[in-house]
């Protein structure tokens, strides 16, 4: 017997759900992409992109996942050789550093948590030792994904700034950008990079990089350029350069509606939305722990994101039967634990596309799902949601 009939849910961590609007309009016929309504798609879109990171820099836009804006982000303001500084707090500033290992840089990681953001005190302390300035740039992620951390960007420019340090700093914003605060100009980042996958609600293959001032003069004496990542070319005046060939047109469409939802929304109306549904989850979470089964990943409060949050479950406890009860019998699917954490945690996503209905929908399933295997876990998750969404959501 099953309850899974009907609309399935998906509370992953990206691909985020797409809205119906957002996918009607990629249904269009392609069109001219020397002259015509594609320019100025191109020109909104990018104006779009820079109002979203909150920068006036120059915005590119690939036809990529976020592992392509990584690449971009690297080959485009270092040169073979140079040391770069990873911070860890889960495995996605890692990866990102081994993307650079392997283009020729030397990296070092300043060692974390899986369970804790950055220190920024750390951060100052390295960037102090380094007195010949051999670090040419520091690579962090806003919201890491995998341990659902949510780094203090701000802290650690000031860390940075404290340590009299020139480094570029790379922020990585694809699991948090539209879904929380980013001031690329104010906060002093000078390479921003995020994916069309998660908070912007479009499907996967666009990934987009805003460059700042002291990014843009980097790229002059970058030795890492190639021919398709190469902001130089994509600053053309020619449209296809802005593409490096044919433009993803039915993606962009895709964005412009998405963008023009969130714009309608408001920008802090969105991000108000996303904190108000993640602390939900974070209550319902809360009391399902008392239960000393369940736990968060992020010990601190202040650093759980407003993206998705992730569930460890105890030492030799597999989350496998609560997500599989959840998908076969309920018609929800559950973010997996990955990397460190696989088979020991499961994640719930609150980014994107995504209203109260949808997260009570999810926690209730959860909570039957715990109820139905006999998992131990404190009562009244999903009434601890409904008690927060109620306080907090005015008649």
């Not at 990873?86 to 990681?109: H, I, M, N, Y």
């Not at 949510?150 to 694809?174: C, F, K, S, W």
């Not at 989850?281 to 994101?305: K, M």
Request: charged share 20%; net charge neutral; proline share 6%.
């Amino acid at each position: 017997m099953t309850v899974a009939a009907g609309r399935q849910f998906l509370a992953v961590p990206g691909p985020t759900n797409v809205p119906d609007a957002v996918l009607q309009a990629m249904q269009q016929p392609a069109v001219d992409i020397y002259a015509g309504p594609l320019l100025a798609l191109t020109d909104r879109v990018m104006a779009e992109l820079a109002r979203l990171f909150d920068t006036k820099g120059r915005c590119f836009i690939y036809a990529a996942n976020g592992h392509g804006s990584w690449e971009s982000a690297l080959t485009n303001v270092l040169s073979r050789g140079d040391r770069v500084l990873v911070l860890e707090s889960g495995c996605f500033a890692v990866v990102w550093g081994e993307a650079a290992r392997k283009l020729g840089l030397d990296v070092e990681v300043v060692p974390g948590s899986y369970r804790a953001a950055v220190d920024p005190a750390a951060l100052a302390e390295r960037l102090k030792a380094d007195r010949d300035k051999r670090i040419k740039a520091i690579m962090v992620v806003q919201v890491d994904t995998a341990s659902s951390v949510v780094n203090d960007i701000p802290a650690l420019r000031r860390a940075i700034d404290e340590a009299g340090h020139p480094a570029l700093l790379m922020v990585d914003a694809i699991a948090s950008l539209g879904t929380m605060p980013f001031h690329m100009d104010k906060w002093g980042v000078d390479i921003a990079l995020t994916g069309s996958q998660k908070g912007l609600m479009t499907p996967p293959g666009l990934s987009f990089v805003a460059a700042g001032e002291r990014a843009w003069q980097a790229h002059q004496k970058a030795e890492l350029r190639t021919p398709y990542w190469d902001w130089t070319f994509r600053s053309g005046d020619e449209h296809y350069m802005k593409y490096c060939g044919t433009p993803p047109e039915h993606l962009l469409y895709a964005l412009d509606q998405a963008l023009q939802m969130i714009f309608a929304e408001g920008l802090a109306a969105a991000w108000h939305r996303h904190a108000l549904l993640a602390e939900a989850v974070r209550r319902a979470v809360g009391r399902w722990s008392e239960g000393q089964t369940l736990q968060f990943n992020i010990a601190e409060p202040r650093e759980r994101s407003n993206s998705v949050t992730t569930v460890l479950l105890p030492d030799g406890m597999s989350p496998q039967p609560l997500q599989d009860y959840c998908q076969q019998r309920c018609g929800l699917t559950l973010g997996v634990g990955i990397h460190k954490l696989s088979g020991k945690a499961f994640r719930i996503a609150h980014m994107g596309h995504v209203n109260a209905p949808m997260v009570l929908g999810t926690l209730g399933v959860v909570e039957v799902a715990l109820q139905a295997l006999g998992i131990p876990h404190g009562a009244g998750g999903l009434q601890a949601a409904v008690d927060w969404l109620g306080s907090k959501v005015p008649a």
